[in-house]
T-cell receptor, first 112, second 115 residues
Framework: LAKTTQPISMDSYEGQEVNITCSHN???????ITWYQQFPSQGPRFIIQ???TKVTNEVASLFIPADRKSSTLSLPRVSLSDTAVYYC?????????????FGAGTTVTVRA | DAGVIQSPRHEVTEMGQEVTLRCKPI?????LFWYRQTMMRGLELLIY????????DSGMPEDRFSAKMPNASFSTLKIQPSEPRDSAVYFC?????????????FGSGTRLTVV
């Protein structure tokens, strides 16, 4: 699995956009980039996955440059309820790769 | 679907006692995982089952830990004897193999405190 590096923590205020960048310099051709979100006292939950360019859903957007050596998770107009740990994972999206290896993640704290 | 169901939510036990954590995966998911989360070590994969068969238990810390999956709808993680350093939040997750990394659903966890 490709190694990922992301900031340990980020602070923001309600209504702001939060961008978390994840570095994955040794990403392989068949690797996807997946983000999970973990609220306090809950298990992680899937929020978005992408391979290249841009992916958007109701929760977030994921921007992936052409070289795919990094990616940015964008949370638009955050609220207090977006306070959570965000994990970036990189690996092949096939049934043979079962291990989700979580790093330390990025703790996002949203303040009023 | 009710999601992945874990019980109990909280467990406080004395050192040396046996602890059993329970998990009911999502119906139709053929993979089940047990994770442990602590402040110091983050989320660690303990064991992985596929179609009820243990595939990889290399993350199980020592012989005091054991896990079973007698059928597709139930799994247990047992610690015997328990020690204070086992205090952590234990998560169970299930997935459908075809979903890859996006398809993991975690339970709410069991917070274990060994005193």
């Amino acid at each position: 699995l490709a190694k990922t590096t992301q900031p340990i923590s980020m602070d923001s205020y309600e209504g702001q956009e939060v961008n978390i960048t994840c570095s994955h310099n040794n990403i392989a051709t068949n690797d996807y980039i997946t983000w999970y979100q973990q609220f306090p006292s809950q298990g992680p939950r899937f929020i978005i996955q992408g391979y290249k360019t841009k992916v958007t859903n109701e929760v977030a957007s994921l921007f992936i440059p052409a070289d795919r050596k990094s990616s940015t998770l964008s949370l638009p107009r955050v609220s207090l309820s977006d306070t959570a740990v965000y994990y970036c994972l990189v690996g092949p999206a096939n049934s043979n790769d079962y291990k989700l290896s979580f790093g330390a993640g990025t703790t996002v704290t949203v303040r009023a | 679907d009710a999601g992945v169901i874990q019980s109990p939510r909280h467990e406080v036990t004395e050192m040396g006692q046996e602890v059993t954590l329970r998990c009911k995966p999502i119906s139709g998911h053929n993979s089940l995982f047990w994770y442990r989360q602590t402040m110091m070590r983050g989320l660690e994969l303990l064991i992985y089952f596929n179609n009820n068969v243990p595939i990889d238990d290399s993350g199980m810390p020592e012989d005091r830990f054991s896990a079973k999956m007698p059928n597709a709808s139930f799994s247990t993680l047992k610690i015997q004897p328990s020690e204070p350093r086992d205090s952590a939040v234990y998560f169970c997750a299930s997935s459908e193999a075809t979903q890859g990394h996006r398809g993991y659903t975690f339970g709410s966890g069991t917070r274990l405190t060994v005193v």
